[in-house]
């Protein structure tokens, strides 16, 4: 009989990637097919099926986002105090496929329920199958980035199946002749629920192979003694989880209350944060500031970067051609699915390209890559912006020009974000491990926010307009997005050397 591997056996695995790293990416695979087919459906599902405006529309996908990204705080608090990452994920693996398939009985009616049920399961799920990646690696592992990379292209294998197929079927591009008209959506959020079973059935039959990773963690005595958790704070968590629901639906519905929950959760968390680093060492407070600066940079990356799921949906519902390189595709689903698919192509390149210049003590430190990232999505803006140059007199431009503004926002999106996961677990303390992972996400919560308050900005400022002026109301904020990209990129490059010192010895 096999024994159990110890955390110690788990890290010093030889070569590049340690094999519990392909459990944890096929789960995250679906699920994320999951998460990605839903995202990219919101936004036209609202205007298409549910006749909401365009503003209403970025508004109330904003307010969906945040709620998703704001609740891996809580997931990843709970997981660090009640349940371990792995009940943690299986219990919100569980209310996703919940939302699902709320969904898929009747998206029209119950639309904002099951929003709600897949919101608060996504809070749970993602933000701790990440951190068990970050124990697979000792710390100061340098092929660390190069796992996080590898994950992220999992991330993307999902993203792209579940981007392009779920929009697609709803729309009645694929496998119209095999699905009657009025169940296309029904079978796209029904697709949603059975991949996601998929994922905690393969989490289920593997996780044995982690060893102690992500186990719950034991109550200790004041004589040092460990004991397990009484089952009744484990019970308390799903009861508190389940009476959010209603809450969830109230505040997705009226994105007013989206607002005063975005101004108090911030500053409350940013107040428990500080609360918490008065415990650690003067050397751990400091990393602790650090990845705090990283989190506030990415508040604006992904404010950018998330208009693909609202107005950029809307752009290319109205305002793309329907083939590239001559290829007939439907605009949203590449738009849905595009990024993910050059991930796919580029992440273990570039992960392996960090080995490499890691050996031969190059590689680019955190900060520059962070910075190279912010340079890269503002010149992905600008390209978005030159699609006007392609446009013709009915407001329709080229989706190949698109699909290379997505290929240059990809580059931008692989210098941060994998990396970001890295980095998290790299200045995190250990009893703080999930915190921080929740609190990138909920930086992540922020930006969504200010995406769809951006978007529907944008789509006020054309309204009554025609489809012409439509895009270049569009393009021109997508210019001015790219401005503060390149402005926020060449700041995080100039204060480098203050982060890096934050950091110590972290890479």
Same mark, same amino acid.
């Given at each position: 009989?096999?024994?159990?591997?110890?955390?110690?056996?788990?890290?010093?695995?030889?070569?590049?990637?340690?094999?519990?790293?392909?459990?944890?990416?096929?789960?995250?695979?679906?699920?994320?097919?999951?998460?990605?087919?839903?995202?990219?459906?919101?936004?036209?599902?609202?205007?298409?099926?549910?006749?909401?405006?365009?503003?209403?529309?970025?508004?109330?996908?904003?307010?969906?986002?945040?709620?998703?990204?704001?609740?891996?705080?809580?997931?990843?608090?709970?997981?660090?105090?009640?349940?371990?990452?792995?009940?943690?994920?299986?219990?919100?693996?569980?209310?996703?496929?919940?939302?699902?398939?709320?969904?898929?009985?009747?998206?029209?009616?119950?639309?904002?329920?099951?929003?709600?049920?897949?919101?608060?399961?996504?809070?749970?799920?993602?933000?701790?199958?990440?951190?068990?990646?970050?124990?697979?690696?000792?710390?100061?592992?340098?092929?660390?980035?190069?796992?996080?990379?590898?994950?992220?292209?999992?991330?993307?294998?999902?993203?792209?199946?579940?981007?392009?197929?779920? =929009?697609? #079927?709803?729309?009645?591009? %694929? !496998?119209? /002749?095999?699905? +009657?008209?009025?169940?296309?959506?029904?079978?796209? @959020?029904?697709?949603?629920?059975?991949?996601?079973?998929?994922?905690?059935?393969?989490?289920?039959?593997?996780?044995?192979?982690?060893?102690?990773?992500?186990?719950?963690?034991?109550?200790?005595?004041?004589?040092?003694?460990?004991?397990?958790?009484?089952?009744?704070?484990?019970?308390?968590?799903?009861?508190?989880?389940?009476?959010?629901?209603?809450?969830?639906?109230?505040?997705?519905?009226?994105?007013?209350?989206?607002?005063?929950?975005?101004?108090?959760?911030?500053?409350?968390?940013?107040?428990?944060?500080?609360?918490?680093?008065?415990?650690?060492?003067?050397?751990?407070?400091?990393?602790?500031?650090?990845?705090? =600066?990283? #989190?506030?940079?990415?508040? %604006? !990356?992904? /404010?950018?970067? +998330?208009?693909?799921?609202?107005?950029?949906?809307? @752009?290319?519902?109205?305002?793309?051609?329907?083939?590239?390189?001559?290829?007939?595709?439907?605009?949203?689903?590449?738009?849905?699915?595009?990024?993910?698919?050059?991930?796919?192509?580029?992440?273990?390149?570039?992960?392996?390209?960090?080995?490499?210049?890691?050996?031969?003590?190059?590689?680019?430190?955190?900060?520059?890559?962070?910075?190279?990232?912010?340079?890269?999505?503002?010149?992905?803006?600008?390209?978005?912006?030159?699609?006007?140059?392609?446009?013709?007199?009915?407001?329709?431009?080229?989706?190949?020009?698109?699909?290379?503004?997505?290929?240059?926002?990809?580059?931008?999106?692989?210098?941060?974000?994998? =990396?970001?996961?890295?980095?998290?677990?790299?200045?995190?303390?250990?009893?703080?491990?999930?915190?921080?992972?929740?609190?990138? @996400?909920?930086?992540?919560?922020?930006?969504?926010?200010?995406?769809?308050?951006?978007?529907?900005?944008?789509?006020?400022?054309?309204?009554?307009?025609?489809?012409?002026?439509?895009?270049?109301?569009?393009?021109?904020?997508?210019?001015?997005?790219?401005?503060?990209?390149?402005?926020?990129?060449?700041?995080?490059?100039?204060?480098?050397?203050?982060?890096?010192?934050?950091?110590?010895?972290?890479?």
């Amino acid at each position: 009989m096999s024994q159990v591997q110890t955390l110690e056996d788990i890290q010093n695995f030889k070569g590049k990637y340690p094999k519990q790293i392909w459990s944890l990416f096929f789960s995250e695979m679906w699920e994320r097919f999951c998460f990605y087919g839903m995202r990219g459906m919101l936004v036209f599902f609202m205007i298409d099926q549910l006749n909401f405006d365009e503003g209403k529309a970025n508004l109330q996908y904003g307010a969906t986002q945040a709620f998703v990204y704001a609740f891996t705080f809580v997931g990843g608090l709970f997981a660090d105090k009640i349940l371990g990452f792995r009940k943690s994920l299986f219990w919100g693996g569980a209310l996703m496929i919940v939302g699902s398939m709320i969904l898929a009985y009747e998206p029209h009616t119950f639309f904002f329920t099951g929003i709600a049920f897949t919101v608060i399961g996504t809070g749970f799920f993602k933000p701790n199958i990440s951190t068990m990646v970050g124990y697979l690696y000792k710390k100061g592992d340098s092929r660390t980035d190069a796992g996080f990379s590898l994950f992220y292209a999992g991330i993307n294998l999902g993203a792209l199946i579940g981007g392009y197929v779920c =929009i697609a #079927i709803g729309k009645g591009q %694929l !496998f119209s /002749g095999l699905i +009657e008209h009025e169940h296309r959506w029904n079978v796209a @959020f029904g697709l949603a629920a059975f991949v996601m079973i998929i994922s905690l059935i393969n989490f289920h039959f593997t996780k044995r192979q982690l060893g102690p990773i992500g186990l719950q963690p034991k109550d200790v005595l004041k004589d040092g003694t460990q004991i397990d958790k009484p089952i009744w704070k484990e019970i308390v968590v799903y009861a508190v989880t389940l009476a959010m629901v209603p809450v969830i639906i109230q505040m997705i519905d009226n994105t007013q209350y989206t607002d005063y929950f975005m101004a108090i959760i911030g500053p409350a968390t940013l107040l428990y944060l500080f609360y918490e680093m008065t415990k650690v060492t003067a050397a751990e407070r400091k990393k602790l500031f650090a990845a705090l =600066i990283f #989190i506030l940079f990415s508040i %604006l !990356f992904w /404010g950018i970067y +998330e208009q693909a799921g609202g107005s950029l949906s809307i @752009f290319a519902a109205k305002n793309l051609s329907n083939t590239v390189l001559g290829i007939p595709l439907d605009p949203n689903g590449v738009n849905n699915s595009g990024g993910a698919f050059f991930i796919i192509l580029l992440a273990p390149l570039l992960g392996l390209l960090w080995i490499w210049l890691s050996k031969k003590r190059a590689e680019p430190n955190t900060v520059v890559k962070f910075g190279l990232g912010f340079l890269l999505l503002g010149l992905g803006y600008y390209a978005l912006f030159a699609t006007r140059l392609f446009a013709d007199a009915a407001g329709i431009t080229s989706l190949d020009f698109f699909t290379i503004a997505l290929l240059i926002i990809t580059f931008g999106e692989l210098c941060l974000s994998p =990396i970001g996961l890295s980095i998290m677990t790299k200045l995190s303390t250990a009893n703080l491990q999930g915190m921080m992972m929740g609190m990138w @996400f909920l930086a992540s919560a922020y930006g969504q926010y200010a995406a769809g308050i951006i978007g529907a900005n944008m789509s006020s400022s054309k309204a009554g307009t025609s489809n012409l002026d439509s895009l270049i109301a569009y393009t021109d904020g997508y210019k001015e997005l790219g401005v503060y990209a390149v402005v926020a990129g060449v700041l995080l490059i100039l204060i480098s050397p203050f982060i890096r010192k934050l950091m110590q010895e972290v890479k």
